[in-house]
């Protein structure tokens, strides 16, 4: 896994390390394509703003450069939500989350790129591991820039598996918080029953310092390590899903799972109930394709020569169903998300696989969306972390909380990264 020694030794200033990282990104980003635009006017006036604060009026993520997906708004940057429909596009103001970053000391570098509406056509963007494989799902140039070590910090988004299943493609850690702990606002709605802001990071302490402030809430006193607290009840999920999960997979989480034991974790077993996930797939697509249609239907059908035909496609599924339909699927997802949450107890932690293989081949697409999907549509929290690799490329390994249990599972991520860390670093 990365580290933010990647960016170690600090430049004297804040200047020095944006600039620093604006050189890194524009000489990787030539083959990476990681990012669709940097800002080094915006980020560089940001800089020497942060550079004249008195130490005590330092944020907490003082001079920290962070990267933010297309489908986030930031006020004159190219935001196009990975559409040719939208070419062009640089909304006026930075959503929620953006000026809580920047509040909190961030330098917005520049905008990564997103899938097509952050569901369909793949953007341009490869593995930074390896330039034949898939970086991802939507969220992938921040997962790409990520991974690549050009930022320690960038801002993504999970309808279905797409911050998830990028993060572990290229190693990183990925965190899906609580359905509703981060703010949509300025953030491209395609479902508001299924739509996360998440973050994709190079540890977790990142993640933790990042999530207080998307989050509007009191930085912790201190960070989780391995020598604090009691040692979390960690639940190993059998595969729930119909696909079968690799053997690179399966074999480098049963050599996670060995670690983990060794350093006096507790593995239980723990299954999800068949009719739930019977349910998943066509309960998460009648959510959010009936939302997709009345939100967006109309402009897609206006200009079909700019939009895929699987987002079309979506648009049509769910220009069928009916109010009546999705008002069950509603009450549905609200009874399936609280017999999930009735699986764990209090501070307890599920474990399971972040994806089914490591990065496919391009021509084969971005991968399988089972191991995360049923995580977003209960609302839980999920976060991947690197637990090693097989082949030289990453895989990952998903904990699961209860919801509203975020910080539980944050601390618990912190403790495993630390039993697990140097095997990522393969």
Known sequence: MLSQDSFQPAPASVRERIAATLVRARQRDRTLHAF????AARAARRAAELDALPPRARGPLHGMPVAVKEIIDMAGALCAWGSPLHAGRR???????????????????????????????AAATVHPRDARRSPGASSSGSAAAVGAGLVPLALGTQTIGSVIRPAAYCGVVGFKPSFGRYPTDGILCLSARLDHAGVLAARVADVIAADAVLAGIAAPASL??????ATPALRVLQPWFGEEVSAA????????YQRLRGAGFGLAPLSVDAGIAAAETGLTDTLLTFELA?????????????????????????????????????????????RLDAMLRPGE????????GTAPLLPEGSGSRAPQRLWTLAGMPALTLPAGTHGGLPVGLQLIGRRGEDAALLAAAARIEAVLGAASHG
């Not at 669709?36 to 800002?39: A, H, P, S, V, W």
């Not at 932690?349 to 089914?356: F, N, S």
Request: glycine residues 6%; neutral net charge.
């Open 36 to 39: 669709i635009e940097l800002d």
């Open 91 to 121: 909304p006026a103001h930075d959503a929620l989350l953006v000026q809580r970053l920047a509040a909190a000391g961030a330098v917005p570098v520049g905008v990564t790129a997103s899938t097509e509406y952050a569901l369909a056509a």
């Open 224 to 229: 989780p390590t391995a020598a604090h607290g």
């Open 249 to 256: 997979v399966s074999s480098t989480l049963d050599g996670a």
């Open 294 to 338: 009345r939100r967006h239907g109309a402009a897609l059908r206006a200009a079909p020569d700019k939009v895929s035909a699987k987002l079309l496609a979506m648009a049509e599924r769910g220009a069928r169903v009916s109010e009546a339909r999705f008002d069950e699927a509603v009450r549905e997802q609200a009874a399936l998300s609280a």
């Open 349 to 356: 932690i599920a474990l399971a696989p972040a994806t089914v």
